[in-house]
């Protein structure tokens, strides 16, 4: 009977063992798969955190781009609208002649009169009047010279610097190559001058008229002009 016993308190330890065995290989791979699991699943969602950054990361880019498409359309449109606002070559001379004029002392209000009153298409007289006066100086014997044009609509008369002889002296006449005054006189008294070494050319608009002068030099002591009439 002791042996038996003994038989069969063997045989349940053995089961017993095998039991908790059974019970810890279990447990082991129920770790082992909730482990993995969790690795997985954190995996997934780091996976998904990943991607819907890169999509917004994406987005934001995406939207700066069309920004800064937008920012460069509108930086040549202004460009181009700024191109368009600069003066062209021949306007920048007009503009340095107006600056010279005002420095002369032409009045601003005068230029913008006599501008305005200028069309695109100046229909001129293939007639033009070329006459002769004397450039006066300051030791010109002759203190008073003029030339009228169109009945006396506009006189002028030109003042210069005497020529020098080859011992300084200063001659009755005057010397072309240095600066000559030019004097136009319209009705009622108003006398519009231009300076310069010649040729010279001025504009005069009374009405409807435009009166293109050019002064240049012409046999000792005098100076030719020649008028056109323009319709504005």
């Given amino acids: 009977m002791s042996l038996g016993l003994a038989r069969r308190k063997e045989l349940q330890k053995r089961r017993s063992q095998r039991f908790w065995l059974l019970v810890r290989i ?18 997934q969602e ?15 880019q ?10 460069l359309g509108n930086s040549k449109a ?9 003066p062209t070559r021949k306007i920048q001379d007009l503009m ?24 695109k298409d100046a229909r001129c007289s293939d007639n033009s009047q070329t006459k002769r006066f004397v450039i006066t100086t300051p030791v010109s014997q002759r203190q008073d010279s003029n030339v009228s044009f169109y009945r006396g609509l506009i006189t002028v008369s030109g003042k210069g610097s005497p020529t020098l002889s080859e011992n300084g002296n200063p001659e009755a006449w005057y ?8 004097t136009f006189t319209l009705p009622g008294g108003e006398a519009q001058k231009t300076s310069g070494i010649l040729p ?14 050019a002064i240049i030099p012409g046999k000792r002591s005098f100076a030719d002009i020649t008028v056109r009439n323009c319709a504005l």
């Fill in 78 to 86: 202004e460009l181009t609208k700024l191109h368009k606002l600069l």
């Fill in 46 to 60: 780091i996976a998904l955190r990943s991607v819907s950054y890169n999509e917004d990361k994406l987005q934001q």
């Fill in 26 to 43: 279990i447990f082991f791979l129920a770790i082992v798969i909730g482990s993995s699991y969790f690795a997985f699943d954190t995996g």
């Fill in 96 to 119: 340095l002649v107006i600056n010279q004029k005002a420095a002369a002392g032409i009045t601003p209000e005068r230029m913008t009169a006599l501008i305005g009153g200028l069309s």
């Fill in 200 to 213: 010279l050319y001025h504009s005069i608009i009374i009405k409807d008229k435009e009166y293109r002068f």
């Fill in 62 to 71: 995406a939207a700066e781009l069309e920004k800064m498409r937008v920012d």
């Fill in 175 to 182: 010397d072309p190559s240095k600066p000559v005054t030019a």
